[in-house]
């Protein structure tokens, strides 16, 4: 890690364009994280498919009765479907039936450059073929359930939980900016690239934008931790004050991925989810 950090200094002072590039490639090929023991057993008790999208072999996941209402879960960016292993079970004795994918490539999905565009653009798509009553996203994944939302107004979901989240899409480059300890010269060439990729200014990518008028959104519910150091609670506060229908709940002292097995989150599910 430091040795990618000197590169990245290096380069940033040399050519912030090279290094907006360098960025963008480090952007588009997440990294895959071992998953723990409990979160592949939870995968291993599923039934596993593949479905195409966009030249990739997306891996579906999916647990309980076909004709029991669905669960949709949406990983975060370098996430995957097994992070929400310890829901499971809340989830089957609730009476859903559970879907989950990993995201173009993301865990046992097949590999290649992405975006979280794309990963947006494969949300919408499954929304529209599962209409869930309920989703729980993750990080990331709950700006991508935001944008797949508004993109099916025609799909009413009962329910959507936002564990952890960021509010604007600026958010993860300016983490991926401070991980890897780059200038606003080399931000604002990353921003030209992305923006010239999707064809949308970046300032429009927000939850304000995408979460503001939800009709088709009976209630949602923010739960963050005060103390998660890769996305803080400020964000959290601003994304329920743009969503009309929401509650923020706080949580003390969970990490960014600890609050996913918390004892703390299970006893919201269980109390909120019908």
Do not use: C
């Not at 030249?55 to 029991?68: A, L, V």
């Amino acid at each position: 890690m430091k040795a990618l950090r000197l590169y990245f200094k290096v380069l940033d002072t040399l050519s912030p364009r090279m290094a907006a590039k360098k960025l963008y490639h480090i952007m588009s090929n997440p990294r895959i994280h071992k998953l723990r023991e409990f979160e592949e057993k939870a995968l291993n008790r599923s039934k596993k498919e593949l479905v195409k999208f966009k030249g990739f072999n997306i891996q579906k996941y999916s647990w309980g009765k076909p004709d029991d209402p669905i669960a949709l879960l949406i990983h975060g960016w370098e996430g995957q479907a097994g992070n929400f292993g310890a829901l499971i079970d809340l989830l089957l004795g609730k009476g859903y039936q559970i879907v989950a994918y990993d995201a173009p490539s993301h865990g046992n999905s097949s590999k290649g450059k992405t975006s979280m565009f794309e990963y947006a653009d494969f949300v919408t798509e499954r929304l529209k073929i599962h209409q869930p009553k309920v989703v729980i996203s993750h990080s990331f994944g709950s700006v991508t359930a935001a944008f797949a939302l508004k993109e099916n107004p025609e799909v009413q979901i009962d329910k959507w939980f936002l564990i952890t989240t960021p509010y604007h899409f600026r958010d993860r480059i300016n983490e991926m900016a401070e991980f890897i300890g780059v200038s606003g010269k080399t931000v604002k060439h990353l921003v030209f690239i992305l923006e010239k990729e999707i064809d949308i200014p970046l300032d429009n990518l927000n939850m304000k934008v995408y979460g503001g008028n939800l009709n088709n959104l009976g209630k949602a519910t923010i739960i963050h931790s005060k103390s998660d150091r890769v996305i803080p609670i400020e964000k959290a506060r601003l994304v329920h004050n743009a969503i009309p229908q929401s509650q923020l709940i706080e949580l003390e002292n969970q990490g960014h991925y600890r609050i996913l097995w918390s004892k703390q989150l299970k006893d919201i599910l269980k109390e909120q989810i019908a």
